[in-house]
């Protein structure tokens, strides 16, 4: 089957997108008398005249190969997701070209990776592969639509 | 063995110290296509001059029956913790007598329950019981010690 190939995802090759939350390296503080190790501040929250809330989303689940049919932007702020259960998901995100989303790149984050999308990043609706589908959800909370989607006319097929 | 009893996690018992962060009930937005219900806003976040922020935290699991040595607080802001394993987690909190913790109380939080520790209250520190003792943490990002210890003379002994 023929398709856009969905990658591992890593920090260097979303950095175009926004921000990959991971632990592991040696950039940390101890903490808890050395019990915990914190990796401080990873992801660039950016909102406009809202503030930062959190919410959770239940999502189904989807299979791979997997169909996008549109994707969407906030333009008022960023959107980190955080997954609960641990599980894989599906990460897919374009540049914007005129107004519509570029060419898309699709990525596999495991379940220890968060992930945050710069403000008015072109990305897929939350699609976990595995697990509970529950993710913790830091965005913008405040007045204003914040929201535009884009249709494709033929969906992107994922796999990989 | 005789100790303080931890019991199930619940929003209601947790208020006076916070927010119980969980999906499920009735009340939720239905986005992306009916395909993820948005649980929307669930956390009370409140920082003094500092900015909200998202860290992972990757703790040692301890075990039950389960020694609490230290509380510990932060006067300047809120503290949000969100299990990214899907794994049981012990939270103990307790009310402010003085300038130290009042009477301890100890819940098992569920791994699809995040909890939201109220400015200035008293907590154990993170205590995963099972899991990968991944959690993401939205606190205040400043300048400032914002944390006071509490070791107490005698540990709390937590069974249950």
Redesign the interface.
Known sequence: MSGLVATPLTAAAFAPYGDV???GGEV?RE??QG?????????T?DFDDG??????????LRAMPCELELMERHPQGSQ?F??????EYLVAVAPDDGGKPGPVTAFRAR??Q?V?YRRGTWHA??TPLA??G?F???DR?GEGANLEEHWFDVPVLVVG
Chains 1, 2 share one sequence.
């Open positions: 939350l991971e632990a940390f903490i808890n019990r915990c190790r914190r990796y401080h501040d990873l992801a929250l503030r930062a809330g959190v919410s959770l989303f239940h999502a189904e980190c955080v997954p609960m259960g641990g599980s379940g220890d968060a945050n609706v939350l697990g509970p529950l913790a959800v830091i909370i």
